[in-house]
């Protein structure tokens, strides 16, 4: 049976578009997963493209409805001052109205969804670490919604990535002006495999139509 997965990111230096995609990439490894990576749109930059770097604008606008309609939903954002950044959280802010909304015979649209999240740190002058409580704050809006939680299961790969964690994906290191910005293969491996678990959890709840 097909499912949706919907990655969703926000970006303004292209940092995570590499790790969205990739994401995806594992996403769709799983039979009958069709995968979309959308972007959140900045409620004050709009689309100028002469403010964000390339590919960041490519990936269509995500709404409410996309949201909505996929079984899984992947979240990413770069960090600030430890939480993650106010565009993401505005977003998220908008899908309130989806904890009361009437799913079958109970509340909430996205009950019963799988959720699942990255993030980056690191940076000049934007300070190192803080990425759990960042990927936390994300597995908090999907409990308000009744949704399934995935990170990344313990593996051998951890050892060697600097800021592995079972919260979630994490991209670290200094901004540069390199695009697509890069991720270690061990970051890599990690995104791929969060990317397969969470559309494989997703699977088996779509099939067994858990409500």
């Not at 990413?76 to 309130?96: H, I, K, T, V």
């Not at 800021?163 to 994906?169: E, S």
Request: hydrophobic fraction near 45%.
């Amino acid at each position: 049976m097909v499912f949706k997965v919907a990655v969703v990111f926000y970006s303004l230096h292209g940092r995570l578009v590499t790790t969205a995609n990739v994401i995806a990439e594992g996403a769709a490894k799983v039979p009958g997963a069709e995968v979309t990576v959308y972007r959140v749109r900045d409620p004050i930059k709009g689309d100028d493209h002469s403010l964000f770097d390339e590919g960041v604008l490519d990936a269509p606008v995500a709404t409410i409805q996309d949201i909505k309609e996929a079984d899984a939903v992947i979240l990413g954002a770069p960090g600030r001052q430890g939480g993650m950044c106010g565009e993401m959280r505005l977003f998220l802010d908008s899908l309130a109205p989806l904890q009361v909304e009437k799913n079958r015979n109970s509340a909430g649209a996205l009950k019963g969804k799988v959720g699942s999240a990255f993030t980056s740190v690191g940076g000049h002058s934007r300070g190192y670490g803080g990425h759990e409580a960042i990927l936390q704050s994300f597995h908090a809006f999907f409990l308000q919604h009744g949704m399934v939680v995935v990170g990344n299961p313990p593996t051998h790969i951890m050892e060697d990535a600097a800021l592995a964690t079972p919260f979630g994906v994490v991209m670290a290191g200094k901004e540069t002006a390199r695009f697509p910005p890069a991720l270690n293969e061990y970051e890599v491996k990690l995104a791929y495999s969060m990317g397969e678990w969470t559309a494989q959890v997703a699977k088996l709840l779509h099939d067994s139509e858990v409500s």
